[in-house]
């Protein structure tokens, strides 16, 4: 059985303002992310939730949806207001949205 959807939005739709969450692995963060979004691994998430950035809502972005979908359902039930970015940081890279990489390498999306 599962849940009511979690909501989500196109990476159209997000703010270039937004607080957005990166929940994938240290390795995939390293290659490429958002410049401006807060790294928070989902398998470390329910140790860190009080790390999380303190904005409604927050957009939580992972490779391609997946990841990031099941951390929004988390953060509902928690009362948190989280939203999905549809597609991920493969769809946010495709719509021409910058991404950097840790150490000034070119930044790729793994």
Do not use: F
């Amino acid at each position: 059985m599962t849940g009511p959807a979690a909501p989500a939005v196109s990476v159209a739709q997000v703010p270039a303002d937004a607080a957005l969450l990166d929940v994938r692995e240290s390795d995939e963060w390293a290659a490429g992310h958002a410049p401006t979004a807060t790294h928070l691994p989902m398998s470390e998430l329910t140790g860190r939730i009080d790390e999380l950035p303190d904005e409604d809502p927050l957009y939580v972005v992972c490779r391609s949806g997946g990841r990031s979908a099941r951390v929004v359902a988390y953060l509902a039930g928690q009362g948190y207001p989280a939203v999905n970015v549809e597609g991920g940081m493969l769809a946010w890279a495709g719509q021409g949205r910058e991404v950097v990489a840790d150490g000034g390498a070119e930044p790729q999306i793994v």
